[in-house]
C-alpha cells in the first residue's frame, strides 16, 4: 500500500506521507500548540487497517512542561470516550476493513487532540500555581505583607474587574502582579486585562515569567507590561517603589 491508495480509499486528498510508523495523516484536529494531529495507518491482516497516533499526544504534551500523572489520566479518559486502545502511550484503533476506516481515523485523531488538550491544561495549573508561590516570595524580600494584596481586582477602562494575582499597594496606586506561562490562555489573560488598564504611569504593571516565551508572546505582553523574568522581581519592585510618582 502506498499513499496513492490510501488517498483513493479515504476519498480525498489527504496530506500523506511514508514513516516508520505507516502511513502519515495530518487532519484537521489541533494539539495544544495549534499544530495539526497526525494519525498514521498501516495494514492489519487482508482486509484490515490499524490507526494509530504514535505516541504524539504525548510529545505535545511534553512541549509545555512534564506531569506523567496527567498525561496517563487523560490518555485513560480519551481512549475511553472514542473507544480505543492504549498501549505505552499510543492510542488505537482497529478498522476490520475500508468501511471502518474514516471512522478509525477520525476516533484517534480527536482522541490525540483530547489527550493532549486536557494534560496540557492540568500542567498549565500546576506551572500557574508553582508561579505564584515563587512571585510571593520575592514579593515578600521587598514588602510587608500588610502591603500585599492576593488575587486583587482591577477595574479597567472598559469598567471591567480583572483579576491579578498579586497588587502591592502605595500611595500614589498600586503595582500589579501577573504571572505568566507559554500557555496560550494565559497568554491572554495577561494581555487582556493590563491592556485594558490603558496608559497610566501610577500603576505599573509587571507581567513575570519562570519559562521560556516564544518571540511573538514576549512582544505582545511587552506591549501592556513590563515583562519581567522571575529572578527580576525583587529588584523590580525595589525601582517601582523608589519612584515618588507611584510610592
Not at 500523572?69 to 481512549?79: D, E, F, G, H
Not at 480505543?84 to 484503533?93: E, F, I, P, R, Y
Not at 487532540?113 to 508553582?130: G, L
Request: aromatic residues 6%.
Amino acid at each position: 500500500m502506498n499513499c496513492d491508495e490510501l488517498r483513493a480509499l479515504l476519498g480525498e486528498d489527504d496530506f500523506c506521507s511514508e514513516t516508520q510508523d505507516g502511513l502519515r495523516i495530518l487532519t484537521h484536529c489541533l494539539h495544544p500548540s495549534f499544530e495539526q494531529v497526525a494519525v498514521y495507518v498501516r495494514r492489519w491482516g487482508p482486509d484490515g487497517f490499524i490507526v494509530h497516533d504514535a505516541g504524539d499526544a504525548i510529545t505535545a504534551t511534553l512541549r509545555h512542561g512534564r506531569d506523567d500523572a496527567a498525561m496517563q489520566a487523560s490518555l485513560k479518559r480519551a481512549s475511553i470516550r472514542f473507544g480505543l486502545g492504549l498501549d505505552s502511550g499510543v492510542l488505537t484503533a482497529k478498522a476490520p476493513d475500508v468501511t471502518w476506516l474514516r471512522s478509525a481515523v477520525l476516533s484517534v485523531a480527536n482522541a490525540s487532540a483530547m489527550a493532549s488538550t486536557q494534560a496540557v491544561e492540568a500542567v498549565a495549573v500546576k506551572q500557574e500555581r508553582a508561579l505564584h508561590e515563587a512571585i510571593l516570595i520575592e514579593i515578600k524580600k521587598v514588602v510587608p505583607e500588610h502591603r500585599i494584596s492576593s488575587g486583587y481586582h482591577y477595574r479597567g477602562v472598559s469598567g471591567r474587574e480583572w483579576p491579578v494575582d498579586f497588587a502591592v499597594i502605595g500611595d500614589g496606586g498600586p503595582l500589579l502582579i501577573k504571572g505568566i506561562t507559554p500557555h496560550p490562555n494565559s497568554i491572554s489573560a495577561g494581555y487582556t486585562a493590563f491592556g485594558d488598564i490603558g496608559a497610566n504611569d501610577n500603576v505599573p504593571r509587571f507581567a513575570v515569567h519562570d519559562r521560556e516565551l516564544s518571540a511573538e508572546n514576549q512582544a505582545l505582553m511587552r506591549q501592556v507590561a513590563v515583562l519581567m523574568p522571575l529572578p527580576s522581581v525583587e529588584g523590580g519592585i525595589r525601582r517601582a517603589i523608589g519612584r515618588a510618582s507611584w510610592s
